[in-house]
């Protein structure tokens, strides 16, 4: 069975950093590509950022670009997201999601998501 | 950035109605146009994928069509469990973009 698991949601300071976790199982994680998609409170779904199964593609939204960073470890099975310099807008429920088979990338399965709320 | 609009925003239904979801893409997507469903508290889940296909598991009352800019969702025989929010999103391209969301109320 496919689970995900986030982590590492958290209260933050604006201005601050956190690292969100994603711990996959039930299927070949190394072979599959990764994205995040975040929701604020009461909003709609933002697409955020994607990984390459073996980590040679990356690509961000231009709302996070230069402050998150994606990466993964094939090893343990985990995706990663390093976020820094915290807005109060970056305030929503994180969710990793894996890219399904068939060639048209869409979302097969998603994490249970993780809250992260920046507020001073 | 290819901009997604939904239309409905929200749409008032009774069980055992056909409910229509309209998705437009600012520009050609081709059918790489997927269809996701939210309960509230929940995480998204797929529905269609490559405008048309079923996601495995999905109820046959839930289809999809279109192609290139225009697609839609239906849901026939509408149940007590459609009530949710719907979400399309075109994944032929970098950045990848959702629509705005169609809430599904029961009237």
């Known amino acids: 069975e496919v689970q995900l698991l986030e982590s590492g949601g958290d209260l933050v300071q604006p201005g601050g950093s956190l690292r969100l976790s994603c711990v996959a199982s039930?299927?070949?994680?190394?072979?599959?590509?990764m994205h995040w998609v975040r929701q604020a409170p009461g909003k709609g779904l933002e697409w955020l950022s994607y990984?390459?199964?073996?980590?040679?593609?990356?690509y961000y939204s231009d709302s996070v670009k230069g402050r998150f960073s994606i990466s993964r470890d094939n090893a343990d099975n985990s995706l990663h997201l390093q976020m820094h310099s915290l807005r109060v807008e970056d305030t929503a429920v994180y969710y990793c999601?894996?890219?399904?088979?068939?060639?048209?990338?869409?979302?097969?399965?998603w994490g249970l998501g993780t809250l992260v709320t920046v507020s001073s | 950035d290819i901009q997604m609009t939904q239309s409905p925003s929200s749409l008032s239904a009774s069980v055992g109605d056909r409910v229509i979801i309209t998705c437009r893409a600012s520009?050609?997507?081709?059918?790489?146009l997927s269809w996701y469903q939210q309960i509230p508290g929940k995480a998204p889940k797929l529905l269609v994928y490559?405008?048309?296909t079923l996601e495995g598991g999905v109820p046959t009352r839930f289809s999809g069509s279109g192609s290139v800019t225009e697609f839609t969702l239906t849901i026939n025989n509408l149940q007590p469990e459609d009530f949710a929010t719907y979400y399309c999103?075109?994944?032929?391209?970098?950045?990848?973009?959702f629509g705005q969301g169609t809430r599904v109320e029961i009237k």
């Open positions: 990984i390459s199964g073996s980590s040679s593609s990356t």
């Open positions: 999103q075109q994944s032929d391209s970098f950045p990848r973009t």
């Open positions: 490559g405008a048309s």
């Open positions: 520009q050609s997507i081709s059918n790489y």
């Open positions: 999601a894996r890219v399904g088979r068939g060639g048209y990338r869409q979302l097969d399965y």
């Open positions: 039930g299927f070949v994680f190394s072979t599959y590509g």
